[in-house]
């Protein structure tokens, strides 16, 4: 089993930045890959980044390529979202995910999710 524990949400203006973290506990390995997905009211789950945990692979939606970026610590089994440059449309529950495969965009391909945490944007 895989817990997953998010932190690092909140309400941020326009233009501005937050970091999201996730802490991950339980059977994890060297294959393991940690991915970000976000849920905006009315809206289904979405793609956001995703690493392998080597960190020599990562996977950005086009919407935040650019804007955001993933990056894991092994030591801490703790992987991060930097988002820069936020907008109004990147107001959402963000949720980490994980699993023992590739960085893909599939959410049917993320085994282990955590509970999310929320991300407003204000303009």
């Known amino acids: 089993q895989v817990q997953l524990v998010e932190s690092g949400g909140g309400l941020v203006q326009a233009g501005g930045s937050l970091r999201l973290s996730c802490a991950a506990s339980?059977?994890?390995?060297?294959?393991?890959?940690m991915g970000w997905f976000r849920q905006a009211p009315g809206k289904e789950r979405e793609f956001v980044a995703a690493i392998k945990w080597t960190g020599d692979i990562t996977n950005y939606a086009s919407s935040v390529e650019g804007r955001f970026t993933i990056s894991g610590d092994n030591a801490k089994s703790t992987v991060y979202l930097q988002m820069n440059s936020l907008k109004p449309e990147d107001t959402a529950v963000y949720y980490c995910?994980?699993?023992?495969?590739?960085?893909?965009?599939?959410?049917?391909?993320?085994?282990?999710w955590g509970r999310g945490t929320q991300v407003t944007v204000s303009s």
């Open positions: 339980g059977r994890t390995y060297s294959r393991f890959t």
């Open positions: 995910a994980a699993n023992y495969g590739a960085p893909v965009e599939a959410l049917r391909a993320y085994g282990y």
